[in-house]
């Protein structure tokens, strides 16, 4: 037998089907901007984002206000019974903080994870939480269309 087809460390060959994978040397993950670590408690949460989607209910119009205050008591109700992931919460609540903030895009992406990872648990509710960003998107856009308007021609 010959020694060429054993590893050496003088020779470099290419590694071949059977060689054992390269160990990966990669930095660690950045750690995340997010604010999760500055959460506050469940309770707090829950009456901040009580507090941004009730005042939207009061700004709907009236005809349509039960039917919206009806979708958001379901919530209320899952979150004070404890029916919801300790992870859903904190998107809902990320979510109420983006509005407040009047970040579309970010409320865009929290209520996109919230259905995807959770719709079949907020099927009932969650096409309601889309109504604030809707508005709040169209309120976005009326106004950048009003500093526009000088340079746009009549």
């Given amino acids: 037998m010959s020694g060429e087809n054993y590893r050496s460390a003088t ?5 071949g089907w059977n060689d054992p994978p390269p160990k990966l040397v990669g930095k660690k993950p950045a750690p995340t901007t997010d604010a999760t670590d500055s959460l506050p408690d469940r309770e707090e949460m829950f009456r901040q984002t009580q507090t941004v989607f009730d005042d939207y209910v009061q ?3 009236e005809a349509r206000r039960p039917t919206v205050q ?7 109700q ?4 404890k029916k919801l992931p300790e992870v859903l919460e904190q998107l809902i609540y990320k979510l109420a903080i983006a509005l407040s903030k009047q970040d579309v895009k970010r409320a865009n992406a929290v209520h996109r994870t919230i259905v ?3 719709g079949s648990i907020c099927v009932m509710w969650a096409p309601v939480l889309r109504h604030p960003i809707v508005e709040l998107q169209q309120r976005t856009e009326d106004a950048a269309n009003d500093e526009n308007s000088i340079l746009q021609p009549i």
């Fill in 11 to 15: 020779k470099s060959h290419e590694p």
């Fill in 59 to 61: 700004s709907v119009e």
């Fill in 70 to 76: 009806k979708r958001f008591q379901l919530m209320y």
């Fill in 78 to 81: 899952q979150w004070t019974d």
């Fill in 116 to 118: 995807c990872d959770y």
